[in-house]
């Protein structure tokens, strides 16, 4: 099976759990996640549905037809100062194709090094671009990229949900926020080498536009989104990721995600093998995985196997500060007459899940109905 490339929605998702080895490696290591969980039994309910896939394509050609020139209207329209939109023939629209992912990166960098140098506009559809994640290449590949005079880079990102009034669902956007941060991150390595060259400016704009159809037609609307915050996150948290090497060094020899599929794609291996290997490397589940990793059900069910508080959610194994099973917060809630329970008070969360039990306790005695007396009515 060839091994799958990273791409910016999977380095988004990466980059929000950094302290995840497992994922690091699997993906550093191009395993496909998605046929690892359904050979582990336990099947993504991630990812995008095949009719959304074609709803957006159809959408982002729609976009991009007449040669751009809607989208160069948006650009121009949202991220002013740029005035009217350029005519077709003053934009210019580099061939981008290559072998492989490293010759489109290289044909990309080319690309946007003589644009900018010819101060000119141009527009670039899905160039391709390569991003050092945990010590391994990766390539993401954004919708488009607009070259302005001003040697100012904007990134473009299209997607298929509504923007209604304006406004579009909060969360869609901040995913894709996450992603063009990604792009972003990825094209200032490029502008750095392209402004040493040309010796003009070269800069990615942080602001980075985002077109999606407008109510519920399939025009297109714009919006320019601040995308610094998490660009700086985005930068952080891949800065802090363990090296690929660093985590495959650490495992046992032999181990292997190899699904030994059949020629027809039906994996052989026993799933308990499969676990075994994907056990040897850490993870760092929490409910947030759901909807952005394809190993979910499976890290999930194994959290709640071991009775890790982690399956509660950051929010609450913050709160448990030291107390890492469900286990150890029962028993720290019982109080020293439990058998195994932590006396200790000064600590916070254990005095707080003291307190707690004891207004349980409390309530649950307040609760209690009496028994009817002699001669009262009573439930039959
Ligand atoms: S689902 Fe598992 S592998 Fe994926 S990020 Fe969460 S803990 Fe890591």
Redesign the pocket.
């Known amino acids: 099976m060839l091994p799958r490339s990273l791409d910016a929605r999977a380095l988004a998702a990466l980059a929000a ?1 950094p302290g ?1 080895r ?2 690091a490696l ?1 993906d550093g290591a191009g395993v496909d996640k998605a046929a690892l969980a359904r050979a582990l039994g336990s099947p993504a309910a991630y990812g995008q549905s095949q009719f959304a896939l074609v709803r957006g394509n159809s959408f982002e050609a729609r976009v991009k037809a007449d040669g751009g020139a809607e989208l160069l209207r948006l650009v121009c329209e949202r991220l002013a100062p740029d005035g009217p939109a350029p005519e077709a023939d003053a934009v210019a629209r580099p061939d981008l194709s290559a072998a492989g992912p490293e010759g489109r990166a290289a044909r990309t960098a080319l690309a946007l090094r003589e644009a900018t140098a010819a101060g000119g506009w141009a527009l670039l559809d899905h160039p391709m671009l390569a991003l050092e994640v945990a010590g391994s290449p990766a390539y993401v590949e954004p919708d488009a990229v607009v070259v302005h005079p001003d040697g100012g880079w904007t990134v473009v990102e299209i997607k298929s949900f509504p923007m209604i009034d304006g406004a579009a669902d909060a969360a869609k956007v901040g995913a894709a926020a996450r992603q063009a941060a990604v792009y972003v991150l990825a094209l200032e390595a490029v502008a750095g080498h392209v402004a040493a060259r040309t010796g003009r400016p070269a800069r990615v704009r942080d602001r980075v536009l985002l077109v999606c159809p407008k109510d519920f037609s399939n025009l297109p609307a714009g919006a320019a989104v601040d995308v610094r915050k998490q660009l700086a996150t985005t930068r952080r948290q891949l800065g802090r990721l363990t090296r690929v090497e660093e985590i495959a060094a650490a495992l046992p020899p032999g181990t292997t995600f190899d699904l030994r599929t059949t020629d027809d794609g039906t994996p052989t291996r026993p799933p308990e093998e499969l676990a075994a290997a994907v056990e040897a490397v850490g ?4 409910p947030e ?1 759901l909807a ?2 394809e ?2 059900f499976h ?1 999930r069910k194994r959290s709640r196997q071991e009775g890790s508080v982690a399956a509660l959610g950051r929010g609450v194994r913050g709160e448990l500060g030291g107390l890492r099973t469900i286990e150890e917060v029962l028993a720290a809630a019982s109080g020293p007459d439990g058998s195994d329970a932590p006396d200790d008070l000064d600590d916070p969360a254990v005095a707080a899940l003291r307190r707690a039990a004891a207004l349980r306790a409390e309530a649950l005695a307040g609760a209690a109905v009496p028994a009817p007396r002699d001669g009262e009515p009573g439930c039959r």
């Open positions: 759990n995840c497992r994922r699997l993870a760092a589940y929490a995985c952005a990793c190993l979910a890290c």
